[in-house]
């Protein structure tokens, strides 16, 4: 079975702090993505990755960066945290690049901003 | 670009009555239409997907249904069960350049079944 982890399930930052998530996925997925989840708003996409070192803005990348160095690892930086960052965070990643294929999606990251 | 509406967004039922939650998009080029389940304190997970060359697919209690004329696919949920409770959402792929698709996602329905 496909794993996505994330490095915590709960976080608790004061606004202006650096914070990091990690996702890691060991299914050897080319493709990796983070979304944000708030009531109401479904799933947005932040940022994107369909290769090592590549990345993408998604739908609602401000305040956000991300960095892949290594295919299995899918890292989400807020630079500076903002009470409006609260939220939860889904990384998830699929096989391949051009076909539309399942997400796999990890436990999730509820970040409170303080 | 693609914009996916999903309704109702709460839904409460009498355990083994039926539910149907539909989605509508907007981007004519979208070709996959996954649908995923949601339980407390989890990631979603994927219950059924259908493709545009096919107008419905079924998998026990679930099923899909895809009218791409209409623009609209449903969920359709038989003999529910308490273990149904979740919230479920929908989702449509778009192209993205030459970076292949992703998925814009629906705003979820929550649903109940009620014992």
């Known amino acids: 079975d496909v794993k996505v982890t994330q490095s915590s399930r709960y976080l608790v930052k004061r606004t202006g702090e650096k914070v990091f998530l990690e996702c890691v996925q060991d299914?050897?997925?080319?493709?990796m993505f983070w979304y944000r989840q708030d009531p109401g708003l479904g799933l947005r996409l932040i940022y994107f990755?369909?290769?090592?070192?590549?990345?993408e803005k998604g739908d609602i990348p401000e305040g956000y960066s991300v960095s892949r160095e290594k295919k299995e690892r899918f890292s989400l930086i807020l630079e500076s945290a903002s009470t409006n960052q609260t939220s939860m965070y889904l990384c998830a990643s699929t096989l391949g690049q051009r076909i539309a294929d399942t997400q796999y999606f990890g436990p999730g990251t509820r970040l409170t901003v303080l | 670009g693609e914009n996916v509406e999903q309704h109702p967004s709460t839904l409460s039922v009498q355990e083994g009555d039926s539910a149907v939650i539909k989605c509508t998009y907007s981007d004519s080029a979208s070709n996959y239409f996954p649908w995923y389940k949601q339980e407390l304190g989890k990631g979603p997970q994927l219950i059924i997907d259908i493709r545009s060359n096919v107008g419905e697919k079924k998998d026990q209690r679930i099923a899909v249904t895809l009218n791409k004329t209409a623009k609209h696919f449903s969920l359709h949920i038989t003999e529910t069960q308490p273990e149904d409770s979740a919230v479920y959402f929908c989702?449509?792929?778009?192209?993205?350049?030459?970076?292949?698709?992703?998925?814009?996602f629906g705003p979820g329905t929550r649903l109940s079944v009620l014992p």
């Open positions: 990755s369909y290769d090592v070192k590549m990345k």
């Open positions: 299914m050897d997925h080319e493709n």
């Open positions: 989702a449509a792929t778009v192209f993205r350049d030459n970076y292949g698709q992703n998925f814009v």
